[in-house]
């Protein structure tokens, strides 16, 4: 039982390359969240789904897109890496109203 | 937009001694749910209480409480008898139920000296 598996967990790329993160669980869960975590920012909501089939803007959307494929799965992908987006994220799973299990984060460095 | 602030960026408190802390939210709603989350040097998301707005009985596990003042909209950590792992980052998440959005604040990290 892997729970919420993130994968990379670290990356480098340069800036205006692309990439996609990956988040599957197995925990049957409808929610799933993508956040970015900065140094005194704390944890920022990018976007997230309710339940298969929606998802949502979070408070720092741009830049990103993503895509619930499934019930399992919740991709995240940055068209044009800037060096803003440097930071590390988390995917996050739940039942509303529950408590969100979170992936081991992946570290992106954008040059 | 739903909002969570936590004002204290950092504390310090000694093993065994008392420690609080602060979390205040911005809703419209009057039902939602409020969290404590713990984040260690690991980098896991461990969550530390849950507490349901509709209850007005303050959630309690084990060291950790809570003071939930709803017309205040704030939900404050307390931890007693403190220990050297409870050294970490503490954040403050908050949903409403009508939408599943779940909001984190800026976080507080926490250092108990020995």
């Known amino acids: 039982n892997a729970g919420v598996t993130q994968t990379p967990k670290f990356q480098v790329l340069k800036t205006g390359q692309s990439m996609t993160l990956q988040c599957a669980q197995d925990?049957?869960?409808?929610?799933m969240y993508w956040y970015r975590q900065d140094p005194g920012m704390g944890l920022r909501l990018i976007y997230y789904?309710?339940?298969?089939?929606?998802?949502d803007k979070g408070e720092v959307p741009n830049g990103y897109n993503v895509s619930r494929l499934n019930k399992r799965e919740f991709s995240l992908r940055l068209e044009s890496a800037a060096p803003s987006q440097t930071s590390v994220y988390f995917c996050?799973?739940?039942?509303?109203?529950?408590?969100?299990?979170f992936g081991q984060g992946t570290r992106l460095t954008v040059v | 937009a739903q909002t969570v602030t936590q004002s204290q960026p950092e504390m310090s408190v000694q093993e065994a001694e008392t420690v609080t802390l602060s979390c205040t939210y911005d809703?419209?709603?009057?039902?939602?749910?409020l969290f404590w989350y713990k984040q260690p040097p690991s980098r896991q998301m461990i969550l530390v209480i849950r507490?349901?707005?509709?209850?007005?009985q303050n959630a309690t596990e084990n060291r950790f409480s809570v003071n939930f003042q709803k017309a205040a909209k704030s939900f404050s950590l307390k931890i007693s008898d403190s220990q050297l792992g409870d050294t970490a980052m503490y954040f403050c998440?908050?949903?409403?139920?009508?939408?599943?959005?779940?909001?984190f604040g800026e976080g507080t990290q926490l250092t108990v000296n020995p």
């Open positions: 507490q349901e707005a509709y209850k007005q």
């Open positions: 925990m049957n869960h409808n929610s």
């Open positions: 998440a908050f949903e409403e139920t009508s939408g599943s959005r779940l909001t």
């Open positions: 809703t419209s709603e009057s039902n939602y749910y």
């Open positions: 996050a799973t739940r039942w509303w109203g529950a408590e969100a299990f």
């Open positions: 789904s309710a339940s298969e089939g929606t998802t």
